[in-house]
């Protein structure tokens, strides 16, 4: 939520006037609001750097640093425009305060007074480094909290009291507009096994042994390998075993299709809406495997420093073991600090072939 606070500090630095106090005061509170160049020097800054102010006559304003680069400005080596320690730190820290406690409720203006920024600068730089808003990222935390609840037992409308909300109608609100890869079913029917839900299922033959693909009408929520159709579809049954479930493979052919190109090397990158359940960490976890680019690992280690977590290497393992849609979300390219494939659901093999495919770009190797 933008607060008129927030507001207030974006019209600060609107005007040239305001963009130029701001760098003679060294505001950090500008920084990520815009950025400044000099012409004579060819250098482009942070409204904060420490270097002495140049003449006001040599500065030219930029919205951000592609800009100042397209441009032809190179980043000043002394505040490094370009890098991202800075903004991290801060997007790290206010991760930190929102998940010392996933049940509070905090407002733009009270998290950003706890980190010590703006609350403009604050939003624009945790929607850009997380993907999400504080307030959707807090929306996931309150509906993993339920979910986990849920998952234990719990009754329905307790929980979502001891979420947070005030109604089980205010957590779903919430949660279906956290973000796509939250959750998006009703509380009650997750916890009865998809009661009054309709899941879709197909299985299919690919170079992998079967894959299964269920969704529901608001997207994909299972994506799982097996040597066994028979056995695939009997978890399905399990996990959903009040929904009803129809086997449809013309509707899910397109999502088939997706996978047949991908693992035929034809394809990199997947197209397909989602509808899972994540705790807040594990959406963390979930969106840093997505960024990891095609033909690159990564290993746990370097996952969980990413999320400001160094410690967290075996809840980041966890995290991908619980990836409910292989492929759609690439854990397959985390490996083990040493370089061994390792700790795979869905068999050794088949990571092993699908990150030989992602090297070669060619077809992953049958499995017989």
């Not at 207030?8 to 950090?28: M, N, T, Y």
């Not at 002394?78 to 407002?107: G, N």
């Not at 807090?138 to 409308?157: C, F, I, P, S, Y």
Request: aromatic share 8%.
């Amino acid at each position: 939520m933008i607060t008129a606070e927030s507001r207030q500090d974006e019209l600060r630095f609107a005007s040239d006037a305001s963009r130029w106090q701001a760098i003679v005061d060294r505001d950090p509170r500008a920084d990520g609001a815009f950025f400044f160049a000099v012409c004579t020097t060819g250098v482009f800054c942070r409204p904060s750097c420490a270097s002495r102010a140049p003449p006001r006559e040599n500065v030219e304003f930029l919205a951000t640093a592609a800009a100042a680069e397209s441009a032809g400005y190179r980043p000043c080596k002394r505040c490094q425009p370009t890098s991202l320690p800075r903004e991290l730190a801060i997007v790290e820290r206010a991760c930190k305060v929102l998940d010392a406690d996933p049940q509070q409720r905090m407002t733009l203006q009270q998290l950003s007074d706890a980190v010590h920024v703006s609350p403009f600068h604050l939003q624009r730089l945790f929607s850009r480094i997380v993907g999400v808003s504080p307030r959707k990222y807090q929306a996931a935390q309150h509906a993993g909290v339920l979910r986990e609840a849920l998952q234990r037992g719990r009754d329905v409308t307790r929980v979502t009291h001891d979420a947070g909300f005030g109604s089980p109608s205010r957590m779903y609100e919430a949660a279906h507009e956290a973000v796509p890869a939250e959750l998006r079913m009703p509380p009650s029917a997750y916890r009865r096994k998809g009661v009054g839900l309709t899941v879709r299922y197909a299985v299919a033959d690919t170079p992998l042994g079967h894959v299964l693909v269920g969704a529901t009408d608001k997207g994909v929520y299972k994506i799982a390998f097996g040597d066994d159709a028979s056995v695939l579809v009997e978890q399905l049954a399990a996990d959903f075993a009040q929904a009803e479930r129809i086997e449809n493979a013309p509707r899910l052919a397109p999502f088939v299709a997706q996978i047949r190109a991908y693992l035929h090397g034809t394809r990199e990158r997947f197209d397909l809406p989602l509808d899972i359940g994540a705790t807040a960490f594990q959406r963390r976890v979930w969106e840093a495997l997505r960024r990891i680019p095609y033909g690159e690992t990564r290993s746990y280690s370097d996952i969980a420093a990413s999320l400001g977590e160094p410690k967290a290497v075996r809840a980041v393992a966890n995290a991908c073991g619980r990836n409910p849609v292989v492929l759609a979300i690439p854990c397959h390219r985390v490996i083990g600090k040493d370089g061994a494939i390792a700790g795979y659901r869905w068999g050794l093999h088949r990571k092993e072939a699908l990150l030989a495919t992602e090297r070669v770009g060619g077809e992953a190797d049958e499995i017989a």
